[in-house]
């Protein structure tokens, strides 16, 4: 399974939930796969999708909050994870697509082959999952549906030449129809 396709599985299960997108590939993916006003679409700094949707899920704890995360991405803020544990929103799911590489800066590795992120999500009081298939990243969609989070699930794909267009609303538009959606 590719990147895209697994976001686009998860955007089939959760169109009216809040999604915080990474940077990079990530972001353009969900632009391309489910555009809406409650996205918000981090297209400037790298590692700050979970921080950013840490502080809505604390703000809207009757919204689920779906935070969609590269593997390079949380290795530049793993004290987010501990962050996210400690405090506990349960309505926070946090996926993590992780093909060990910095996908949309050239392919450079990552360190998550030697850094298991899962145990660390594990250790830091998430409800874990680890998936590498479409039927499998399904099947956990189903079962969350009702549980309580922080969840994370580690959707381990395959690198991909497929690559969605540019978000072309500017980061200014993004935050104010972002706010004015989740405000309302």
Known sequence: MIRKEAIDIVCNYIKNDIIISANGFISRDVYSSLEKNTNFYMIGSMGLASSIALGI???????RIFVFDGDGNILMNLGSLVTIGTLHPKNLIHI??????????????????KINILKIA???NYLTYSVNTKKSLENVLKKISKSKGPILIHVLIKKSNAKSSRVDISPKLIKNRFMNAINK
């Not at 993590?96 to 082959?113: A, L, M, W």
Request: aromatic share 4%; glycine share 8%.
């Open 57 to 63: 899920a604390l703000k809207k704890p009757k919204r």
């Open 96 to 113: 993590i697509f992780d093909n060990k590489i910095h996908e949309s800066t050239g392919g450079q590795p990552t360190q998550s082959k």
């Open 122 to 124: 594990k250790a830091t």
